[in-house]
């Protein structure tokens, strides 16, 4: 048996031998998602790629983040309406006109948390692209107040 504790592989970082085997007798290792979760996963599974998260990085445990009841993961949720569903209110104002978003942050909650928490986020502010024709990745998105955001002239990016 190959010791992998301390190792990462994904958002897993293996913890400890859990003491348990699978059926074919390989090692169940307790591991840490980024996101906080614990999750048993057999070396296999570890080595080969299969399991890289808790489950939190397809959507299987996306409320494992313990942000989706924040204003900041509806902010994230409704910059993906804009930017990829037809129906949503103003997506021909960004999705509509080649507004996306980088594919750090897109299908990654905790990716774009992270960000904002460096970069000063708090509930009272709003994101804002600083280039309205380009779209939202670290590189082009900052945190401002609401009136910050009417001065400029944003007001789709309000209706968040």
């Known amino acids: 048996m190959k010791n992998i504790q301390g190792q990462r592989f994904g958002r897993l970082t293996v913890l400890r031998d859990?003491?348990?085997?699978?059926?074919?007798?390989?090692?169940?290792?307790?591991?840490?998602?980024?996101?906080?979760?614990f999750k048993?996963?057999?070396?296999?599974?570890?080595?080969?790629?299969?399991?890289?998260?808790?489950?939190?990085?397809y959507g299987g445990n996306n409320t494992k983040h313990r942000g989706t009841d924040t204003r900041l993961f509806r902010i994230h949720r409704n910059m993906k309406q804009r930017c990829y569903n037809p129906k949503a209110h103003n997506f021909e104002r960004y999705g509509g006109r080649g507004i996306t978003i980088?594919?750090?942050?897109?299908?990654?909650?905790?990716a774009f948390r992270e960000f904002a928490r460096r970069n000063g986020y708090t509930d009272s502010l709003t994101v804002d692209r600083i280039d309205n024709d380009?779209?939202?990745?670290?590189?082009?998105?900052?945190?401002?107040?609401?009136s910050e955001?009417?001065?400029?002239g944003n007001k789709n990016?309000?209706?968040q």
Request: with cysteine.
């Open 134 to 146: 380009k779209s939202y990745s670290p590189d082009n998105c900052q945190f401002i107040t609401l």
């Open 157 to 159: 990016e309000i209706l």
């Open 102 to 110: 980088c594919p750090k942050w897109k299908n990654d909650f905790i």
């Open 18 to 37: 859990s003491g348990k085997r699978n059926r074919n007798g390989s090692a169940i290792w307790m591991c840490l998602c980024i996101c906080g979760q």
């Open 149 to 152: 955001n009417i001065k400029k």
């Open 40 to 57: 048993e996963v057999g070396s296999n599974c570890l080595i080969s790629g299969h399991t890289k998260s808790c489950g939190c990085l």
